[in-house]
């Protein structure tokens, strides 16, 4: 065998170190960590039925109390492989019941465990990263409070090159952009709930707006909620933006009752994995889901089904 | 009007579901056709849960009826094939028709129980909707792909 050139076999150094230089993972800071008090658990259900944790952690076709029993498990079959959902509840064996409050803010805000390994973002820390550090706060002490749920669960199936996990420090470079604006600051508080709830713990455009680089890229925002893929399976996610692909014949107030009840204004009801995220956005106070009711018809009306 | 709509729909599936049978309609069609009526026969009810119309048990029956038809019948149309086309049924029918025959059965006591027994006031009109809206939701959360 021919020995390799030296300037190649110095490329690929080059090459490899600025790799692992570029994806190492940064945690947050501990100006920012400032910011994380003890947090209040009334307000932090809230944002857990906004954030739709159980939509993934609890029991498939749960209901009630169990949906607060956060014991993952689920195994979401994508493109990439199939991702074994984690268990998030308070076990401190199976679960994540010896993280600190520091620990919980960093996989939230940063898509970052407490060993610092990059977490696959098929969790949704894209959108949660957008949250206050003060609601990150009263989130964990609302997590606190749910039950211990002793539980392993088998760890993802990825193909290569998704099954490298350092690879995600790249693709959060790329991709991963809590600053951006994704719309203009609204002057009418009532907006501004709403876009916080959708655009943040809501995260309703990872799967409601498409992607770039043929869906393995970040959220395109110039068709920001215009529909995309569905994640699992066939179908589309359709567009809620208000135009006449999207819900433009749809009024705030049958947004709002399709959130509280899964009927929308043809009386078809909610479907797929909406059906679990509608369920949670029911148990939203009234003024949040009129909220974003009002985000929705406010943001600018996009054509096309996302494709 | 509104009884008008719901005659002349009932009246379009039954006469299609022959026309099925004759093999003059395609499945896709029959399922969607079904579904259209199920979602007038819940506009009736969910008007008067919502207070936008007056109660009215005898219109309650009607709309439970016209559901309960579609209910007893609809199992028909998802012969083997009809998996391809322009359709939101889920593979996942073909794959688990038990489960599926399981969700349809419930629809159909459902309706049956509920139109014996219709709903008096505006109360009951809206536990009703609550407990039907469930059992489409169950049914379209594993069997509908996304749409």
Redesign the interface.
């Known amino acids: 065998m021919r020995k390799a050139p030296a300037t190649l076999v110095g490329a690929a150094i080059i090459a490899g170190a600025a790799f692992w230089i570029l994806s190492k993972p940064q945690p947050l800071t501990d100006a920012e960590l400032s910011g994380l008090s003890a947090g209040d658990a009334t307000r932090g259900e809230t944002l857990f039925w906004a954030g739709g944790c159980a939509s993934c952690h609890a029991g498939k ?1 749960t209901e009630g109390d169990n949906k607060l029993k956060l014991g993952g498990g689920h195994r979401l079959v994508t493109a990439a492989g199939t991702f074994v959902t984690p268990n998030i509840s308070s076990d401190a064996g199976s679960g994540i019941g010896d993280w600190s409050g520091a620990d919980f803010a960093n996989a939230m805000l940063r898509g970052i465990s407490p060993s610092g390994a990059h977490l696959y973002p098929a969790y949704p820390y894209t959108s949660y990263a957008r949250m206050s550090v003060a609601d990150i706060a009263d989130l964990w002490a609302f997590m606190k409070t749910l039950p211990a749920v002793s539980q392993p669960n088998e760890g993802n199936e990825l193909s290569f090159p998704f099954s490298i996990s350092r690879g995600i420090g790249l693709w959060k470079l790329a991709y991963m952009e809590p600053d951006v604006e994704i719309t203009p600051e609204p002057t009418d508080e009532r907006i501004a709930r709403g876009r916080y709830l959708v655009e943040g713990p809501g995260h309703c455009g990872e799967c409601h707006t498409p992607r770039t680089a043929a869906g393995y890229g970040g959220i395109d925002y110039s068709r920001w909620l215009s529909g995309g893929p ?1 994640p699992e ?6 567009n809620i933006t208000p135009s006449d692909d999207g819900i433009g014949s749809w009024s705030e107030a049958d947004i709002s ?1 399709y959130l509280e ?3 929308t204004p ?11 995220v ?1 369920q949670n956005m029911a148990k939203l106070p009234a003024a949040d889901r009129e909220a974003i009711a009002a985000y929705l018809k406010w943001i600018y009306p996009v054509t096309g089904d996302g494709s | 009007m509104k009884r008008i709509i719901a005659v002349a729909a009932a009246a379009a599936i039954a006469s299609a579901s022959v026309a099925f049978a004759a093999g003059h309609t395609d499945a896709i069609t029959m399922r969607k056709n079904g ?1 259209q009526g199920v ?2 026969a ?2 009736t009810l ?1 008007a008067m849960a ?1 207070g936008e119309a007056p109660v009215d048990a005898k219109k309650a029956a009607g709309a439970l009826k016209s559901m309960n038809y579609v209910a007893n019948t609809f199992g028909d149309f998802f012969p083997e094939g009809s998996a391809d086309g322009d359709t ?1 049924a ?2 996942k029918i073909w794959e688990d028709m038990a489960g599926f025959e399981e969700k349809l059965e419930a629809l159909q006591t459902d309706t049956a129980m509920a139109a014996m027994d219709a709903p008096q006031d505006q109360a009951a009109v809206q536990e009703l ?2 407990m039907l ?1 469930k059992g ?3 049914c ?2 594993e069997y ?4």
């Open positions: 076709d569905a399976g066939d179908g589309r996610v359709p009752y009840t899964g009927l043809e009386y078809d009801s909610v479907g797929g994995s909406m059906v679990s509608q | 579904m979602g007038l819940m506009g969910v919502k939101t889920s593979p909707v609550g809206g489409c939701k169950g379209h959360e509908r792909i996304e749409k």
